[in-house]
């Protein structure tokens, strides 16, 4: 019947370097001051947001001990699986999702369920001077980021 977010990867954003968050239907995002919770919500509302956001060079990871040493990306990988009225998971997605995601994005992983995964980069464009944000389609559901 629905969908779930189920995975969301973070790589080189704000204060998470390196990140993966399983989901729940309800999930409490709990945590100290400047722990990175507004960081991960900022990191999805990129990845999923339609609107235009505003990306600065403030928004990529920077070690504490080399400051100069920044990679050039930013990475959110997002996977979406089909869960039914009560969230448990289903092998395939319904129609209407088909229909939203397009036959393209749908992937079948080793115990034949299907998946929707999908990666927003950010990099830098020295020639524009400008931040380029991109969204393309994985193939398959990586081991990690980087």
């Given at each position: 019947?629905?969908?779930?977010?189920d995975?969301?990867?973070i790589?080189?954003?704000?204060?998470?370097?390196?990140?993966?968050?399983?989901?729940?239907?309800?999930?409490?995002?709990?945590?100290?001051?400047n722990?990175?919770?507004?960081?991960f919500l900022?990191?999805?509302q990129?990845?999923?947001?339609v609107?235009?956001q505003?990306?600065?060079s403030?928004?990529?990871?920077?070690?504490?001990?080399?400051a100069?040493n920044?990679?050039?990306e930013?990475?959110v990988d997002?996977l979406?699986?089909?869960?039914?009225?009560?969230y448990?998971?289903?092998?395939?997605?319904?129609d209407?999702?088909?229909?939203q995601f397009?036959?393209?994005?749908?992937?079948?992983?080793a115990?034949?369920?299907?998946?929707?995964?999908?990666?927003?980069?950010?990099?830098?464009?020295?020639?524009?001077?400008e931040?380029?944000k991109?969204?393309?389609p994985?193939?398959?559901?990586?081991?990690?980021?980087?």
């Amino acid at each position: 019947m629905g969908i779930l977010i189920d995975t969301v990867r973070i790589y080189n954003f704000r204060s998470l370097k390196n990140i993966e968050v399983k989901l729940s239907p309800f999930t409490l995002l709990v945590g100290m001051n400047n722990s990175g919770k507004t960081s991960f919500l900022k990191a999805l509302q990129l990845a999923l947001g339609v609107e235009r956001q505003f990306i600065t060079s403030d928004d990529f990871f920077i070690s504490r001990k080399t400051a100069k040493n920044k990679d050039n990306e930013i990475l959110v990988d997002i996977l979406i699986v089909p869960v039914d009225d009560k969230y448990k998971r289903k092998n395939t997605f319904d129609d209407n999702w088909v229909e939203q995601f397009g036959y393209n994005l749908l992937r079948v992983d080793a115990e034949d369920n299907q998946y929707v995964a999908f990666r927003t980069q950010i990099r830098f464009d020295s020639l524009k001077n400008e931040f380029i944000k991109e969204k393309f389609p994985l193939k398959e559901w990586p081991e990690k980021n980087g």
